[in-house]
Each structure stands twice: as C-alpha cells, then as structure tokens.
C-alpha cells in the first residue's frame, strides 16, 4: 500500500471531498482513506444522511484497533451498515457504531418508528427524513420488545430490498413469542424446564402436576426484567397466583422450580454458529431471579461442551444469527429458559473485556463476502 501523502487533504480538512482527491479513488473501496485515520471524528453526513466514512479510532475501546485495521486491509469491499434503533445513545448501539466505524465502514442509526415504507409491487422502498434509503448492504436490527410489530415490517421491507439483516425479522418474532419459541424448541428437543401455557384452565390442580407440582415458577408472558415472575413455594400459593394473573386476563406461563440453579442462569452471546461470550448472573442475596435490574451481578463463567451445544442450538432454531441465551443449569444439564434476538451489549462486554460489537460487524463482513452475489443473503428476503 502506498504510503499516505505527507500533503493529504484529509488531514487537514474534514470533508468527503477532499478525502477522495487525496487518492484519487472511490471512498468507499480506498484502503489508503482509511489510512488517514489520523481524523477521529466522523467526517460530515452525505445528503441521505449517512457519514460517508468515519474515524473513530482513538474512541475505540477494548483494545482491537490492531485488530480492526488488520481485517479491514483483508476487507476492502467497506459496506453501508443502517442500525434500526430507538436511540443513538444506547450502549449497544453506540458499541456497533463504534465497532464498524473503526472497521471502515459507513453507519447510520435510523429510528426505526420513523421509517416509512412504500409497499408497491415490486419495488419496495424505505424512506427516511423525506429521502429514499438506497444502497444498504446490511441492516443491525436493534429492535425493542414495545416496537415488535412496526420494527419487523421495517426489517422485512429491507429483506425484500435484497439487504442482509444480522437477524431476520421472521426469527426476531418468533423469539419475541415466548410460548412459539418454547414450542420450536420443544420441537427440536432442546432441553427446557418443564413449561405448562394456559388461557383459562378448567383445573389449575392439574396444570401444576402437570408441570410436577411446587414448587413452580409462574411469569407473565408479557414480562420482562424479572418483573411478574414469581416463585410459588406451595400448591396454595400457586394456585392464588395463577387465580389473581387469570383475573387480569394476563397469559401466564407454569415452569418447574429450576433450585439447583441456585438464582444463576448463564447468558451465552452467540454469533453465528459459536457461542463467543458467556457470563454468569447471579441474583442477589436471598432472591431467586438474577437479573441484574433486580440486584444481580455477572461474573465470566466457563462453559462446558454441552451448555455450548445447548445454547447454539437454540439459537438455530430460532434462525438467529446473533442471539443472547439464557440457561439454567440444572441437575439434567443445561435448559434453555429464553432466546433474545437484540441481546444487549453492555452486560457481557463488561463482564467478559470482549469486543463483541466488532465481532457481529465481522459475522456480517464474512456473509457479504460469500455471497457476493446477493441472491442467499437472506433465507426468507421478506417471506415469512
Ligand atoms: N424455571 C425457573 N427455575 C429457576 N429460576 C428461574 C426459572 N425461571 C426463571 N428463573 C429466574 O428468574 C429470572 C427471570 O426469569 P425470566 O428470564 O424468565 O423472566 P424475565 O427476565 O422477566 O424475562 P426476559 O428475560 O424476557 O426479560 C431468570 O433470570 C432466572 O434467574
Ligand atoms: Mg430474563
């Protein structure tokens, strides 16, 4: 590679511009702009909204600099990468920002409830801020529980635009049904704690020997943080419980007591087929839920062959790319309690000093690269 001009413009100004003058090539496929990284701010937003290429190097964190500009000299096809997130400021989506910026790549975060679409035969379209989205390789959906619905028909308009998404919007509303997931699974023989689902049973002394007898776990299916998931130590409780949800109309799960777990479970991150990072949380004295919002704390963890399995079949079944997990670990071996399809960032890159985020940008750098032609980028490309 040629060395950087010593009078290279870019040094000296911030503009697109002057970045292409310099070497005289096309930004995006220049591996000599991505030498002038000397910049460590974004260069200025294009007329569609994008940065057209950004250095943020001396912000990277967890040390990979040596190794993101390793991969970008093997990767000179530098992509547009369209975040779907609510908010720019979050840790994970500021991680992924980070990490395929410092890769070479162009980022930009839109917010996915002001995406519109034209769902003309033929010629899908995403528009945004009054301009039509064009030319995004890949789409990172960071798509929030409350948005569900909206989030995935954004995504799946992307699929039918021929864009590569990190997850699918079929697997992401697979995984964000708590009782279709555990019915895939089921399914697929993954082992899970012993899961009774009911609307308005006739018999609630049934529904919990189905599932064993008490102790018994009772969640809302709606629930998330550890909120309404509740331990019922005795068949009264259970059933006052299960009673008092009934009354609110709330759809309830029923699981086996998982004690041994000892208020654990075990997040895997995998990406792709590997699991790369696993912590473990651990709830807070005297509580048998170890989500870190109810006082838990995470700690590295090793894995062992069959938790690994567990967790990456799991996330097969879902059809997710990237998924987050959770496991408990019980007398019988692992069991799979959830399946989340926009894992979080900042829980196991703190807890495990990986650079996560970097690793879903490489995930998606090795995809394109194999399917250059575009047409299997996507299992469904919107079906689904
Ligand atoms: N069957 C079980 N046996 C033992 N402990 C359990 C069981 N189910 C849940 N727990 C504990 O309770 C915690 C919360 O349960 P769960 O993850 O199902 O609900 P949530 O965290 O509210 O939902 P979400 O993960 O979708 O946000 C788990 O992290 C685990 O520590
Ligand atoms: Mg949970």
């Known amino acids: ?47 569609q909204g994008f940065g057209l290429v950004c250095f943020t190097l001396s912000g990277f964190s967890h040390g990979s600099d040596t190794k993101s500009s390793h991969s970008l000299k093997q990767h000179k096809q530098l992509m547009k990468i369209a975040i779907l997130s609510r908010n720019p400021r979050l840790y994970s989506t500021r991680r992924l920002v980070e990490a395929a910026q410092s890769r070479g790549h162009e980022v930009v975060v839109l917010d996915v409830l002001r995406c519109y679409m034209n769902v003309t035969a ?16 890949a789409v990172i959906p960071r798509i929030g529980a409350s948005v569900t619905f909206y989030g995935t028909a954004v995504l799946r308009q992307f699929e039918m635009m021929g864009t590569f998404p990190l997850n699918e919007s079929v697997a992401i509303s697979r995984s964000r049904d708590k009782l279709r997931s555990l019915q895939l699974m089921s399914r697929k023989g993954v082992d899970m704690p012993v899961t009774g689902f009911a609307h308005k049973p006739g018999d609630t002394k049934d529904l919990l020997k189905m599932v064993g007898g008490t102790p018994v776990v009772i969640k809302l299916l709606e629930g998330t943080q550890g909120i309404g998931v509740v331990l019922a130590e005795t068949p009264k409780a259970a059933e006052s419980v299960v009673e008092a949800f009934m009354g609110l109309k709330a759809n309830i799960l029923i ?18 087929d590997k699991v790369v990072a696993a912590m473990k949380r651990q709830g807070a004295e005297g509580e048998f839920r170890s989500n870190l919002h109810r006082g838990g704390s995470a700690t590295l963890t090793k894995l062992s062959a069959k938790e690994r399995a567990t967790a990456i079949k799991a996330a097969k079944t879902m059809g997710l790319n990237v998924a987050g997990v959770d496991l408990l670990r019980s007398a019988r071996g692992p069991v799979v309690m959830e399946v989340n399809s926009s894992p979080g960032l900042e829980g196991i890159e703190t807890a495990t000093s990986l650079d996560i985020a970097s690793m879903q940008i490489e995930f998606i750098e090795k995809h394109l690269e194999k399917n250059v032609n575009r047409s299997t980028l996507t299992k469904t490309r919107g079906k689904g």
């Open 1 to 47: 590679m040629d060395p950087i001009p010593s009078n290279c413009p870019a040094l000296i100004s911030d503009t697109v511009q002057a970045a292409k003058h310099c070497c005289d090539f096309s930004i995006r496929d220049c591996v000599q702009c991505y030498r002038c990284s000397c910049i460590d701010r974004p260069l200025p937003m294009n007329d």
């Open 122 to 137: 033929n010629r899908p379209e995403v528009h945004y801020n009054g301009k039509e989205i064009t030319g995004v390789d």
């Open 255 to 272: 699981q086996e007591f998982i004690k041994e777990a000892g208020g654990a479970d075990i997040r895997c991150f995998v990406v792709g």
